[in-house]
């Protein structure tokens, strides 16, 4: 698919009409999200489902805790990447949450499209956390069996420390998690904002603002190229020759 294709402004390409109310209010369809943004965000959905799922079972269930894992580091990677390269409304300047965005759509004076600042906060929030969690995942340990492919690494001390902040910051994670689907909701329900549609097709119909534009394949291309040998690279770097010594062992030992 080409740039063109994704960013064409075109109402016939749907096979629809626009909904009375939005006809009334003078609304225009814009194509809103570029299609590597909504592949980025439905393989982020699965990935770390499935890797909230695989953790929360544990035991046999690791190995594929583990490949989610990467996948969730090798599109973090690629959305830092499309953040700056990628099309208009994916990219972090377009909608960063500056004071100026905040105090206006606090006041009710904000008119862009895209993600709101509120909503932008937690797009950024969602990927520090999620950094965190792909971060120290690589160099953890479950105390029987698996380890990340970084453990080998670091000490073992370092890798229980990192290992803690593993677990613990899955339950941060899924509380913003919770509140951007209440937010979505709220949007959907209350405000009559349909959110999650223009995340499926890439269309939304607004009273005003452009269609993104801009994201070459050449820019998708090194972005999806870094995102595949982020993944890869730690994937594949796990030293072998050294098993996990279980927190209790690590515990016991003189701090000397």
Known sequence: MTTHEWVKDDDRSLGATAPPAAVLAGARRIRLWDLPLRAFHWSLVLAVTVAVVTGKLGGGWMNLHGKAGLCIVGLVVFRLVWGFVGSTHARFASFFPTPGRVRAYLGGRWREVGHNPLGALSVLALLALL?????????????????????????????????????????????????????????????????????????????????????????????????????????SSAAPGRTPVPAHVVASKPAW
């Open 131 to 235: 950094a965190l969690q792909a971060g120290t995942g690589l160099f953890s340990n479950d105390d029987i069996a698996y380890t990340g492919p970084l453990y080998p690494s670091v000490s073992d001390a370092l890798a229980q420390r990192l290992s803690a902040i593993h677990r613990l910051s899955v339950n941060g994670l899924l509380a913003l998690i919770g509140l951007h689907v209440l937010a979505i909701a709220y949007h959907v329900r209350i405000k009559r904002d349909d959110l999650l549609k223009p995340m499926v097709t890439g269309w939304k119909d607004v009273a005003q603002g452009e269609s993104t534009h801009g994201g070459s394949p050449l820019a998708l291309a090194a972005a999806v190229l870094l995102a595949v040998l982020a993944a890869s690279s730690v994937g």
